[in-house]
């Protein structure tokens, strides 16, 4: 998780002294997302499957941490995208009765980070188009309990990797203080490092600083981690707090 920790001091250092510097308006978000969680890895002792629902991730996870800011300038702005998460639990056996229990723990670090330009803005409707990067720390801890004694099996696999990616996303104030928003970007498809997430929002401006917004967020990975396939989809209801300077 290093690298990915200091890409998101980085940038949240360097945010604000930007904002001032340059005259940019500055916005910081914290938000709480307890996504559903499907994990699969083609282990060598089979694939090791699961899925967690957004209410039994409440009871498995162990910590977690979410926020994004952006700077804007005119027609520039500067994105960033930070996530944390801690979750372990039990998960179906492979191999039929060959094991009695499967306990996964799974760490996930991703900073997303883009350049977006506003190709369009009027008092309806604002696109932006967008490019960067994400950059992933993932860990993955697996404990596989035999029906046999001496055949219990360990996986720990772990990967720090970058993707390119290409964003778009749409804003589209109405009625008053009221606003949505969606926002989608792909990365990796050149690659066997694929990426894609979807969110949709509904916000309310309570005044010039301070919003609130409600959302749904779908965040798909597909890649090798210690030369495994492996896939993961976080997807779930969030809800975020924003303040603008």
Known sequence: ???????????????????????????????????????????????????????????????????????????????????????????????????????????????????????????????????GFRAFTVDIDAKLTATRPGGNRKLSIDRTWVVPLLGARVIAPFADDWFAMAFADIGGVANDDMTWQALASLGYRFNETWSAELAYRYMSIDTKIGGLDTEMDLHGPLIGVSARF
């Open 1 to 131: 998780m290093k690298k990915t920790s200091w890409l998101l001091i980085a940038f949240l250092t360097a945010a604000p002294a930007a904002a001032q510097a340059q005259e940019w308006s500055f916005s910081g978000t914290i938000y709480g997302w307890v996504p559903g969680i499907d994990l699969t890895v083609d282990s060598p002792f089979g694939s090791l499957e699961g899925g967690k629902s957004n209410e039994s991730v409440l009871e498995s996870i162990d910590m977690a941490f979410m926020a994004s800011a952006e700077i804007r300038n005119g027609r520039w702005g500067l994105l960033g995208d930070f996530i944390y998460a801690d979750l372990s639990g039990d998960r179906d056996t492979p191999r039929g009765l060959a094991f009695s229990d499967l306990k996964i723990d799974t760490k996930i670090a991703a900073f997303s980070g883009y350049a977006a330009y506003r190709l369009a803005e009027n008092e309806n409707i604002a696109f932006d188009l967008a490019g």
